[in-house]
C-alpha cells in the first residue's frame, strides 16, 4: 500500500506537483532524478481515493493499454485497425524506442508490426506503465528514442481479505463491442496469487453512422502471478501470461489477422536488504513465444490468396542491484541478454499454378548481452548529478539455408553474423528549490537496426505503397540527445514543461530503387533500407493539473514535435501540435468528467513516403460515474459518450483514409471486492 | 520448405534406386548415374553402355560411356569413344527418314572413373513416330547402335527460334540444374545452329540477356547475371528468384553483328 501510494506522488511529481515529502535528505533515491526524467503512470487497483491523473490516464476501468499510453504527453500511437496500435515516443517508431514488460523483452512476430508487445498486455497485468525518454531510456536496452517498460502487476502477500478482487464489464454502442475483466488476489501472510481474465470483442465501428468495415476484433487475456516470501524482503515470483487475440480486422491494411498469440513467463527473485548500502536486488529469467497469422480471406478484392505467419521466440534474462555506495551515492547496475529468433514467411497460392513461397523474415536470430550501470550523486539539496552508461554486444544472424540463399539475390553474403557494439552514456543535472525544479540532460545512444531493416524481403509497406528490402549492411542509427525540463509547482497547480532535441546520424529509411520490380500485386515499387546522413526531431510537452475549485479538477497536457531529415524535409509519421484537457468534477458518490482532444493539422508531411496531410480536430468525450458502498465492497456505475459531436476525422498517424469511431455511447458496471 | 523436401526426397529415392538397381551387373557402379541403354559393337567383343545423370529428355543431357569386355566382363580402360545421335521417323505411307540432333562428342581426355563424358542435345521424345539411337563408335573402328528413350520434361528444356534477321535457325538448351532454389541460381544455355537436318555447331558468338518473370503475379526479379559464352556454345550466368512457384526466364539473343535473332523465346522453370 505504501510503496503503491508513493508511486502515485511520483505521478504528481513527474508532471511537478510541489508535495514532496519524498525525497530523503541524506541518500539520493531513484526518485530524485526519476521523477524529471521517467513517468510512471500507476494503473492497477486497490488505489483508494480520487485520484483525477490515474482517471484522466484510465478513462474507465476497461480502458486497454493503448487508451492509457495515448495519453501520455510522449506518446502518440500508430494506428492500423482498431486493435494493436503502435507506440511512438516523441516522433521516434517501434525500431528506435525500447519497449519491455518488466523488463523482458518481446518482440512481435509480425513483419508489418500489426502486434507490437503492448499489444500483447492488458491493463489488468500491469501494475505500471513507465516512460523515459532520453537521459534514463537506455536501462532497458539500447535505444535512441526512449523507453516504456510495462511493469507487471504482482500479488499482494498479507492482504486484509484472504480473497479480494474486481470485475468490470462495459458496453460500447459504436462498435457493439463488449469489455470485461476479472481480477482476483488471494494473499496469505507468506504466499500470494494474483488472477486477471479479460475478454473483449467488438465489432465494426460506425462512423458517420456507417459501418466501417475491418474494424472488429476479439481476444482473451489471462495471467497469473504467484509471489512467495522466502525470509522478509526476499520474493520469489513467477508470472505466465496468455493472450489470444482473433479475427482482427486492420482496416489500413490489404490483410486481417486470423490470429496473435503470445505466451509470456518469467521467474523472478527479489530481495530489499536491510543493509543500507546495499538496498535492492533482482534477478528474473524469462522467456516467451509468439504466432502470429495473417488472414486475406475475408477481403472482397484480394487478386491472389496468400498464408504469411510469423514467429517470434525470446529467452532472455536479467540482474539488477542498487547500491548506496555512500550517503551521497546511489549505484545502480544491471545487466541483461536475450536471444530473439523470428522467422516469417509468405506463400501464395495463384490459381491453376504452383504455390509461391518465401521467407519474409530470413530465421533471423539475435543474440543480444548488455551492461548498465547508473549514478545519481547527490551535490546538495539543490543539486543530484546523474551519469549512466550502456553497452551492449549485438549479434545477428540468419540462420537457415534457405534465408542464406534468398538473399543472395541481392547480392548479400550474409554467411557472418552481423556483430556490433552499441554505446549509449547519458548524463544530467537536476535541481530542486523551493516551488521550482528542472533538470537537463544530454546523452549519446545508439540502437540496434531491425530484423525488417537487416534481412527484411519483399516487405510490403501499406502506408506508401512500397515493397522493403532489407540492407544487412547498415550502420547502426545514432543520436545525440537534449533535453530540459522546467517545473513550477503552488499549491493546488502544478505546471511543467520539457524540450527536447534529437540529432540523429546514420538515418534508416527506404530508397526507392526503380530497376527492381515491385512483387506486389498493385504495389508502387521497391525500396531498399538505406541511410541518410542525418535527421532531427525536436519538441516540446506541457503538463498542467490544477484544481480550479474545491471539487473541479483541469489535467491538461500539450505536445509537439517537429521531424526534419538530411534536406530539411518533413520525417513522416509525425502528429501535428495536440492538446489534451480532462475536466473532473467530484462531489461525494458521484463524478463527472469532460475531455476535450484538439489536434491541429499536419501540413508537414514526407513525400518520400506519399505521406498524405491531415486536418484539424476536436473531440469531446464525457464520462459519469456513481459509486454504492455495499457492505465491504463498492459498485460502480459508469456511462459515458466518446466522440459527443460526432465528429468524422482521423489522427495524423493513422494509416489508410480511415475513420476513427463516431459518437460511441457506453455504459459499464465494475464491483470491487 | 515442404516443395524443396519432396525434391530432395525424390531425388535421394532416384540416387538410391539408381544406385542399387546397378549393384549386381557390375563391379563398378558409375555413382549417381542410370544406365540409360547398352549395346554390343559387333565385332570387337565389346560391350558399350550408355549413363546419364537422370532419365534422358527432350534437351540438353549429358552422357557418359563406358566399355566391357565380353568376355572378361571387365571394364576397357582405353576404350576411346565417339557418338553420333540418330533419331529414325516412320514416315506415313513413305521410306523412314533418319536425322541427328547437336550433341557434344565424346572427350576422352575428360574421362573420369572409366567413364568418358559426351552430352547430346534431343530435339523430340521417342515417339510413336520417332525413336532414338546412339552410335558409338568405338576407338575409330567397330560400332555399335544403342537404342534410347527420351522423354519429353514437364516443362521443356529446349526451344528452337529463327532468327528474324537472316533465318538462320538455332537450337536453345537449358542445361539442367540439380536442384532450384530461392536465391542466386546457375543458369546455363547450349546454343547450336543448324546447318540441315544432321549437321549442327556450336554457337559461339552471340550474346544472351534474360528476364526472369513471375507471370502469375507480373514481377521479375533483380541482379541477375547474363549468361556469357564459356566454351562450345555454353553461355553461362545467374538467374535469381525471389521465390517458390512458376517462373518464366524470357532470353533476347543478338547475333554475333549484334542482330537480333530471338526476343521471344523463354524457358519455364517451376519449383
Redesign the interface.
Known amino acids: 500500500m505504501r510503496f503503491l501510494k508513493y508511486i502515485i506522488i511520483g505521478i504528481f511529481l513527474s508532471l511537478g506537483t510541489a508535495s514532496n515529502g519524498l525525497a530523503q535528505e541524506c541518500c539520493p533515491t531513484d526518485s530524485i532524478y526519476k521523477r524529471l526524467a521517467l513517468q510512471e503512470v500507476v494503473i492497477t487497483e486497490n488505489i483508494s481515493g480520487d485520484n483525477a491523473l490515474l482517471k484522466f490516464y484510465k478513462s474507465t476501468k476497461t480502458s486497454s493499454t493503448e487508451d492509457i499510453l495515448a495519453r501520455l504527453a510522449a506518446v502518440n500511437l500508430i494506428r492500423r485497425g482498431s486493435y494493436a496500435m503502435e507506440p511512438v515516443i516523441r516522433g521516434f517508431s517501434a525500431n528506435q524506442t525500447s519497449l519491455t514488460l518488466d523488463g523482458i523483452k518481446i518482440f512481435g512476430a509480425c513483419t508489418d508490426h500489426m502486434d507490437p508487445p503492448t499489444s500483447y498486455v492488458e491493463p489488468s497485468n500491469l501494475k505500471s506503465i513507465q516512460l523515459a525518454t532520453s537521459a534514463m531510456a537506455s536501462k532497458f536496452g539500447s535505444n535512441i528514442g526512449g523507453s516504456l517498460n510495462l511493469q507487471l502487476a504482482q500479488a499482494q502477500l498479507g492482504t486484509e481479505k484472504p480473497v479480494s478482487g474486481m470485475f468490470t464489464s462495459s458496453y460500447s454502442l459504436a462498435s457493439q463491442s463488449t469489455n470485461n475483466a476479472l481480477e482476483l488476489n488471494y494473499g496469505a501472510k507468506k504466499f500470494g496469487l494474483r488472477f486477471s481474465g479479460v475478454y473483449r470483442k467488438a465489432g465494426n465501428y460506425l462512423a458517420n453512422s456507417q459501418e466501417v468495415p475491418f474494424t472488429q476484433y476479439q481476444k482473451v487475456n489471462f495471467s497469473i502471478n504467484a509471489k512467495y516470501m522466502l525470509k522478509e524482503n526476499s520474493f520469489l515470483s513467477l508470472d505466465i501470461l496468455a493472450d489470444d487475440g482473433w479475427d482482427i480486422g486492420y482496416a489500413a491494411l490489404p490483410m486481417d489477422v486470423a490470429f496473435a498469440k503470445a505466451k509470456i513467463y518469467a521467474l523472478s527473485f527479489k530481495s530489499y536488504p536491510k543493509n543500507k548500502a546495499f538496498s535492492y536486488f533482482e534477478a528474473k529469467v524469462y522467456g516467451n513465444n509468439i504466432i502470429h497469422s495473417m488472414d486475406d480471406t475475408k477481403r472482397p478484392l484480394t487478386p491472389m490468396h496468400m498464408d504469411m505467419p510469423g514467429w517470434s521466440d525470446t529467452y532472455g534474462a536479467y540482474a539488477e542491484t542498487a547500491i548506496n555506495w555512500n550517503p551521497k551515492n546511489l549505484l545502480t547496475i544491471r545487466t541483461d541478454g536475450y536471444s530473439n529468433l523470428t522467422r516469417a514467411e509468405m506463400t501464395m497460392y495463384p490459381q491453376n499454378s504452383a504455390p509461391m513461397f518465401m521467407l519474409t523474415w530470413p530465421d533471423v536470430r539475435n543474440t543480444t548481452a548488455g551492461l548498465y550501470v547508473n549514478n545519481d550523486y547527490l551535490l546538495n539539496k539543490k543539486f543530484t548529478y546523474n551519469l549512466n552508461g550502456r553497452v551492449d554486444y549485438s549479434r545477428s544472424k540468419v540462420t537457415s539455408e534457405t534465408g542464406r540463399t534468398q538473399l543472395e539475390v541481392f547480392n548479400y553474403n550474409v554467411d557472418n553474423a552481423r556483430i556490433k557494439i552499441l554505446k549509449n552514456l547519458n548524463t544530467g543535472v537536476s535541481y530542486k528549490s523551493g516551488n521550482f525544479h528542472s533538470s537537463v540532460s544530454l546523452g549519446y545512444s545508439e540502437r540496434p537496426s531491425s530484423t525488417n531493416e537487416l534481412y527484411g524481403f519483399y516487405l510490403f509497406n501499406a502506408y506508401d505503397g512500397y515493397d522493403y528490402i532489407g540492407n544487412p549492411n547498415l550502420k547502426d542509427e545514432q543520436s545525440l540527445n537534449a533535453e530540459l525540463n522546467l517545473g513550477y509547482s503552488i499549491k493546488n497547480t502544478a505546471v511543467n514543461i520539457s524540450f527536447f532535441n534529437n540529432e540523429i546520424q546514420n538515418y534508416t529509411l527506404g530508397k526507392y530503387h526503380p530497376e527492381i520490380s515491385v512483387m506486389t500485386i498493385g504495389g508502387n515499387g521497391t525500396k531498399i533500407y538505406e541511410q541518410v546522413a542525418n535527421a532531427n526531431l525536436k519538441g516540446l510537452e506541457i503538463g498542467l493539473t490544477t484544481a480550479l475549485l474545491k471539487n473541479l479538477q483541469l489535467v491538461s497536457n500539450a505536445r509537439y514535435t517537429k521531424g526534419t531529415d538530411n534536406d530539411n524535409k518533413p520525417l513522416p509519421l509525425i502528429s501535428p501540435l495536440k492538446f489534451t484537457s480532462s475536466l473532473r468534477y467530484t462531489k461525494s458518490k458521484f463524478s463527472l468528467q469532460a475531455e476535450n482532444v484538439w489536434a491541429s493539422a499536419q501540413n508537414h508531411v514526407s513525400a518520400l513516403v506519399n505521406e498524405k496531410t491531415t486536418p484539424a480536430y476536436t473531440l469531446v468525450n464525457l464520462r459519469g460515474t456513481y459509486t454504492f458502498k455495499v457492505k465491504q465492497s463498492k459498485l460502480e456505475l459508469n456511462a459515458g459518450v466518446e466522440n459527443l459531436f460526432d465528429t468524422y476525422y482521423q489522427d495524423h498517424l493513422d494509416w489508410g483514409n480511415i475513420p476513427r469511431p463516431g459518437r460511441n455511447v457506453m455504459a459499464g458496471v465494475s464491483y470491487v471486492f | ?1 515442404k ?2 523436401l519432396k525434391y530432395i526426397t525424390l531425388v535421394s529415392f532416384t540416387i538410391l534406386s539408381a544406385a542399387c538397381g546397378k549393384n549386381e551387373e557390375i563391379t563398378k557402379t558409375p555413382i549417381n548415374k542410370i544406365k540409360v541403354g547398352e549395346a554390343y559393337a559387333l565385332g570387337a567383343a565389346t560391350k558399350i553402355q550408355l549413363w546419364a545423370d537422370a532419365d534422358l529428355n527432350t534437351g540438353y543431357n549429358k552422357l557418359y560411356i563406358s566399355a566391357l569386355d565380353s568376355a572378361s566382363n571387365q571394364q576397357k580402360a582405353d576404350a576411346t569413344f565417339s557418338i553420333k545421335p540418330m533419331m529414325t521417323m516412320n514416315m506415313t505411307g513413305g521410306m523412314p527418314m533418319t536425322h541427328s540432333s547437336p550433341f557434344e562428342q565424346a572427350d576422352a581426355s575428360a574421362k573420369k572413373d572409366m567413364l568418358t563424358p559426351a552430352a547430346a542435345i534431343f530435339s523430340m521424345p521417342t515417339s510413336d513416330s520417332g525413336s532414338w539411337k546412339i552410335e558409338v563408335t568405338l576407338n575409330g573402328g567397330k560400332k555399335a547402335i544403342i537404342p534410347i528413350i527420351v522423354k519429353q520434361p514437364t516443362e521443356s528444356r529446349l526451344t528452337t527460334t529463327t532468327s528474324v534477321t537472316d533465318n538462320s535457325v538455332y537450337m536453345v538448351a537449358l542445361v539442367p540444374s540439380v536442384a532450384y ?4 541460381d546457375d543458369f546455363e544455355l547450349q546454343i547450336s545452329k543448324k546447318i540441315d537436318g544432321n549437321t549442327y555447331t556450336a554457337a559461339n558468338d552471340l550474346t544472351v540477356e534474360i528476364t526472369p518473370e ?1 507471370p ?8 541477375n547475371v547474363n549468361p556469357v559464352f564459356t566454351k562450345n556454345g555454353h553461355y553461362k550466368g545467374k538467374v ?7 517462373w518464366k526466364v524470357n532470353l533476347k539473343i543478338k547475333d554475333g553483328q549484334g542482330a537480333l535473332v530471338s526476343e521471344d523465346t523463354f524457358f519455364k522453370i ?2
Open positions: 520448405m516443395n524443396i532454389k530461392v536465391g542466386s513471375m502469375d503475379m507480373g514481377h521479375g526479379s533483380p541482379n535469381n528468384f525471389t521465390m517458390t512457384g512458376y517451376t519449383f
